[in-house]
């Protein structure tokens, strides 16, 4: 009984597996787009005032781009159930792209304050608890880190050719310019 529980439940192991590595993906890469925004002196000043919100305000401040984009993924999912499927399909992508960008930087604004409300440090905590769990017991699978890692290596590629047809073109405009200031 316990093998067959085993052999059911492996597809939804990995399809917990693909949705972690694919959230993991677009936290990471979202942090890193937010960051730069943060760069904009208007954008900073925006941020020192949501960093500085008293825990009530930092919960409203933390649930705001939800409650702005759900509307737009109920648009998308909308889209989808009307036979328009890369209208809807993109339109939800983007909110949850969206989202996930916001939402991860206005919680790691608002983390201090947040943390400071008991029920959801609990549930912070708890959170936590089982997402490093999961991590851990996806991490110890041999075929999970091996999917890692290529996924890792191919986005490692993709972004050295970039850097490498960014190069070639720099070259090119030297040589043309050498050519054209003989």
């Known amino acids: 009984m316990k093998k067959i ?3 059911l439940l492996l597809p939804l192991f990995w399809l917990a597996a693909g949705l972690f590595l694919i959230e993991e993906f677009i936290w990471d890469s979202t942090a890193k787009i937010m960051a ?8 900073q000043a925006i941020e020192k005032r949501i960093a500085a919100l008293p825990p009530r305000w930092a919960i409203l401040a933390f649930l705001l781009p939800s409650g702005i984009l759900i509307p737009a993924k109920l648009i998308g999912l909308h889209a989808i159930s009307q036979g328009h499927w890369l209208l809807g399909s993109l339109t939800f992508a983007v909110a949850k792209i969206a989202g996930m960008a916001f939402f991860s930087r206005i919680f790691n604004l608002t983390r201090p304050a947040l943390l400071q409300i008991n029920w959801f440090a609990s549930l912070y905590n708890w959170v936590m608890l089982y997402r490093n769990r999961i991590h851990a017991y996806l991490d110890s699978w041999v075929a999970y880190q091996h999917v890692k890692r290529l996924l890792i290596t191919t986005l490692l590629m993709i972004k050295g050719k970039g850097r490498f047809l960014r190069y070639l073109r720099r070259v090119s405009r030297l040589k043309i310019n050498g050519n054209m200031n003989k």
Do not use: E, Y
């Open 5 to 7: 529980k085993r052999i």
């Open 36 to 43: 730069r925004l943060g760069a904009i002196s208007a954008v």
